[in-house]
């Protein structure tokens, strides 16, 4: 099971599709105290892999004690950044303390990564940052969120990640959210979905690349007679800054959480299979497949203001039926 710990708010970046609108919502960060207090709670909820987010998770002043503690204590941690403030002495750092992969994000080419980071720097301190971690053996991956601006771009960007010799490149779907909520123009079709996911496969081909790649299978041709959705699962867990607890991203600032770290214990919370109702609403359909599973109910929900309608996407006369993201490509 997986942890998503955004461990601050905080960021030296104002990404224009921030879900967590870091530098904007105020929340104080995530302490190693906290931490600790949660700590044997994870283990019993069978959490193995922790994910460092924000923010910026370097921006947390107590972060390598709480990658040592984490670490300590047994769990496979990551850490998701912008690459911004990673130096050698940094990357040697996380190193000797543990930390499995870094996943850094790269949305584009030098132009767009930038307006899109709204730093004329952010590209080359990212693309440096990879190369950083890379020498000092640190499992590397380039995060991609593809949108209507970058897609003429990706064929060159993985020409990049595959001659420097990264160990993954993923690729993800823009989602309506946080600061993303103003993209809307730039949110991708299925049907674009389709032809760029292709596009990344061909490319990936001719570079001899195809095992590192990965992109998310946000659509399915058929439905699925049985939940992929990580709430059905209950497989990830989301802790906020604040001490909100989720089971999906897409539902972050909104008033379907769990509950708070800080007010009751994170097992309690998880357990409450009273609280987990509010995400079980009836799927009201607007078509007459039976076998529908009402796909992504927290992009449903982002698309409509609705956790129980249908996905506005959804075109099962096209084989277009959207799935959970959670699912993903093997190249």
Partial sequence: ???????????????????????????????????????SDLKKMGISEIHLTGGEPLLNQQIFDIIKYLCGAGFQVKIQTNGYLININTAKKLKKLGVDHILISIDGLSSSHNVFRNNKNAFNRAINAVKICLGVGINTRVNTVLHKNNLQEINQLLMITANIGVHQHSFFYL???????????????????????????ACAKRLNFTSKVKIQDVFQEQPMQKHHCRIYHKDKCLIMANGNVYPCVFFVNSDYKLGNIHSRGLLEIWNDNKVWEQYYVSHRKKCENLQCTSSCRGLAYLLTGDIGSCDPRCKPEEKLIPSCIRRYIKV
């Fill in 1 to 39: 099971m997986e942890l998503d710990l955004h461990v601050t708010n905080k960021c030296n970046l104002h990404c224009n599709h921030c879900v967590y609108m870091s530098g904007e919502i105020l929340m104080p960060d995530i302490t190693l105290s906290n931490i600790k207090k949660n700590c």
């Fill in 175 to 201: 989602t309506p959210i946080g600061r993303g909520r103003y993209l809307s123009n730039d949110l991708l079709s299925l049907e674009e979905w389709r032809n760029i996911k292709d596009k990344i496969i």
